[in-house]
């Protein structure tokens, strides 16, 4: 999932955008292709897919395939706001292949990972962040992803908005630009150049883009996991199928948990934080 979801709706749409997802509440009848694994998918959002299959997704979507015996065929779509509306409902395509295990716009298999926010900094500025309660917060440049123009839109922010730190928070939009290869890989590279000292990122997207930096970057999930009263900063993550495609589901969930040790060596090779 990046570009990815404004969490359910206001939570977990926030981890969809950010692992992948935007949000509609339109149905459109299901369209069974049994000939296909079909996977709606963004060209332009490593970690998690690309048109040249390079993204965790697109090696899952290939494991899944060979289990099911099945090619995959993709339905290309940049994932922004109204994506689900326009693959999986519209019919265009069977699966997306991360999303919020609690999304309600479709129906979610078993989670086959939980990651969590953390936190960006260079090592060599000898700072250490552990909590979003960590005084220093208040005297730091803070980057964090926004969707749109609204600060309060994504866990970081609301966090940061309620222990009074917003002057020196700095918002780098979701979307980019799209133009560039992997728009939200930008708020990592502003760790690396000194435009901000800090990062409050999605785990997967930090744990692939950190690795691929000129410096070395500190990576630290985000405490409290559960800010109060209740702003989550740890997400499950599943694959998901149109409502009512129970049987589809239920073979995903198979291959889920027959191949979950091979599953959990693709995300470790990815940089994904696993909890």
Not at 46 to 71: H, I, M, Q, T, Y
Not at 147 to 155: E, F, H, L, S, T
Not at 171 to 186: E, F, K, L, M
Request: net charge positive.
């Amino acid at each position: 999932m990046s570009s990815h979801v404004e969490w359910l709706v206001g939570t977990a749409t926030a981890v969809a955008l950010v692992t992948g997802i935007s949000v509609t509440n339109r149905r459109a009848p299901a369209t069974p292709r049994e000939k296909t694994l079909a996977v709606c998918a963004d060209p332009n959002n490593l970690p998690f897919s690309n048109d040249k299959l390079e993204g965790f997704e697109n090696k899952l979507a290939d494991l899944v395939g060979r289990e099911l015996g099945l090619p995959v065929r993709y339905t290309w779509m940049p994932q922004r706001r109204g994506f689900v509306r326009n693959t999986l409902k519209a019919g265009r395509c069977d699966v997306i292949m991360g999303v919020p295990t609690s999304f309600e716009l479709a129906r979610p298999t078993n989670p086959y990972y939980r990651s969590t926010y953390v936190f960006v900094y260079r090592k060599d500025r000898h700072i250490q962040i552990r909590s979003l309660d960590d005084p220093i917060l208040k005297r730091l440049r803070i980057g964090v992803h926004v969707i749109g123009d609204d600060y309060a839109n994504v866990p970081p922010a609301t966090a940061l908005a309620q222990r009074h730190i917003v002057r020196n928070v700095v918002g780098y939009t979701i979307y980019g630009d799209y133009s560039q290869p992997n728009p939200p890989a930008r708020l990592i590279e502003a760790v690396t150049h000194g435009d901000v000292d800090v990062a409050i990122v999605w785990g997967p997207l930090a744990g692939y883009f950190v690795s691929r930096q000129s410096v070395p970057l500190a990576v630290v999930p985000v405490s409290p996991q559960i800010d109060l009263p209740f702003l989550p900063f740890v997400f499950d993550i599943s694959m998901a199928v149109r409502r009512g495609d129970d049987s589809l589901r239920a073979r995903l969930d198979a291959v889920l948990e027959r191949r979950q040790p091979e599953i959990r060596r693709l995300l470790q090779e990815y940089g994904v934080p696993l909890l």
